[in-house]
């Protein structure tokens, strides 16, 4: 089993949409979760960053940490054509810097 | 120049050649970190610098021989390698506090 699973998509959406990715882990010892943005032809970009379980809001962007079920998730309201990327989903255990990586979700949104 | 910057961005080479990718960060980091991001797998982290040591090496072949000189400089030299090695190369830099990791663009390599 890996130790952080997330469906590669591709996922396709129309320009508006409320986007949702997600992402499974395994060791419950994981605390902190990262999710990254890829653009084409570019390296990933820090997005969201939180610690343990709740709820985080930064415009647009609420990322989500359920700690019992092992489940993270990022949504995107008003998505838009410049939201279309790849979303990358990390954690680690503690502050080792060691991250654990998802495949990522390729999204596409349509205007 | 600011952030995370690689060098090349683009390298075709052949299974005999000897080449090097540069990274430099200018964002006062002390940590930095080689990725490799092939298609259909998760990022593979290589090696790991703390103020210029090396800390970390997951089992990287030899024919990858990283090299830091100070903490804004990170190099990836490479000889004899094969096909399966090309790849997005990724350099990215932290404080070594710190989680949070900056990314360059990467190079894209091909080995032919």
């Known amino acids: 089993q890996k130790e952080v699973e997330q469906d590669p998509g591709p996922l396709s959406v129309p320009e508006g949409a409320i986007v949702s990715l997600n992402c499974t882990y395994s060791?419950?010892?994981?605390?902190?979760f990262m999710w990254y943005r890829q653009y084409s032809r570019k390296g990933p970009e820090l997005l969201m960053y939180t610690y343990s379980s709740g709820n985080k809001e930064d415009g647009r962007f609420t990322a989500q940490v359920d700690k019992s079920s092992k489940y993270i998730s990022l949504f995107i309201r008003d998505s838009q054509p410049s939201d279309s990327a790849t979303y990358l989903c990390?954690?680690?255990?503690?502050?080792?810097?060691?991250?654990?990586w998802g495949l990522g979700t390729s999204l596409a949104v349509n205007p | 120049e600011t952030g995370v910057t690689q060098t090349p961005r683009h390298l075709v080479m052949g299974m005999t050649n000897k080449k090097s990718l540069k990274c430099e960060q200018h964002?006062?980091?002390?940590?930095m970190y080689w990725y490799k991001q092939s298609a259909k797998k998760p990022l593979e982290l290589m090696f790991v610098y703390n103020f210029k040591e090396q800390t970390e090496n997951n089992s990287v072949p030899s024919r990858f021989s990283p090299e830091c000189p100070n903490s804004s400089h990170l190099f990836l030299h490479l000889h004899t390698l094969q096909p399966e090695d090309s790849a997005l190369y990724l350099c990215a830099s932290s404080h070594i506090s710190d989680n949070e990791q900056f990314f360059g663009p990467g190079t894209r390599l091909t080995v032919l």
């Open positions: 964002l006062g980091h002390n940590a």
């Open positions: 990390a954690t680690n255990a503690g502050n080792n810097r060691k991250l654990i």
């Open positions: 060791n419950s010892a994981f605390q902190y």
